[in-house]
């Protein structure tokens, strides 16, 4: 139930393409959503975040989609550039009222965008 | 700003000897703290948290054990090193935000 499943494992966009990303959740208890991003050798950075109030959070070319219904969120990444090209994670937590926060992170996906 | 430092980078050690990885946060207080392994092409996997001075949560039961001697230090050990303790440390920090900071990582390597 603690488990956040993220799909695809890898990615392969042209370059001006879109990119989409999705998660997957049980815990209904989540009610905080970050995408981090990840290039080869460096620590993960936060790339945008989500809480379940919104349906859809947008910065720049990177958008997250939230249904909570399904219990599903996604990273839609427009206009991919090659710089982009990096392995992304979801993750999920239940910190609201409590002050330790732990998340829970998907497998990742490693995104190439192709010149 | 926050800041947050990880040494050494990159580390090459052979099995069973001793291990002592050092995380540092500056610019906050009573941060919240992480260590996380992360495998070759693999996902995050949270090793140890911690609220506060002296305070330690493990999440897997391993050779490894971490410390947090001072407020904004947390320190990951091992007394004797297993070829499987490769990978890229991460160390963490988050406050009442929730977001969690990631460091620059340490790249272990036992041969």
């Known amino acids: 139930q603690q488990q956040v499943k993220q799909s695809p494992q890898s990615l392969i966009v042209q370059k001006g393409g879109i990119s989409i990303i999705n998660c997957a959740y049980e815990?209904?208890?989540?009610?905080?959503f970050p995408w981090y991003q990840q290039f080869p050798g460096k620590g993960p950075a936060l790339l945008i975040a989500i809480r379940p109030d919104v349906s859809e959070k947008k910065e720049g070319r990177f958008t997250i989609s939230f249904n909570k219904s399904a219990k599903q969120f996604s990273l839609h990444i427009m206009d991919s550039q090659p710089g982009d090209s990096a392995t992304y994670f979801c993750?999920?937590?239940?910190?609201?009222?409590?002050?330790?926060?732990?998340?829970?992170f998907g497998k990742g996906t490693l995104l190439t965008v192709n010149p | 700003s926050q800041t947050i430092h990880q040494w050494p980078a990159t580390l090459v050690q052979p099995v069973g000897s001793p291990l002592s990885l050092e995380c540092t946060v500056e610019g906050t207080s009573n941060p919240n703290l992480y260590w996380y392994r992360q495998a070759a092409g693999r996902g995050l996997q949270l090793l140890f948290y911690s609220v506060g001075i002296g305070q330690i949560s493990s999440e897997v039961p391993q050779n490894l054990s971490a410390s947090r001697p001072q407020d904004r230090q947390f320190i990951l050990s091992s007394k004797k090193l297993l070829l499987s303790d490769s990978g890229f440390y991460l160390c963490?920090?988050?406050?009442?935000?929730?977001?969690?900071?990631f460091g620059p990582g340490t790249r272990l390597l036992v041969l």
């Open positions: 815990n209904t208890a989540f009610d905080y």
């Open positions: 963490a920090w988050s406050d009442y935000q929730e977001t969690q900071y």
């Open positions: 993750a999920a937590s239940t910190g609201s009222g409590g002050s330790n926060y732990k998340l829970t």
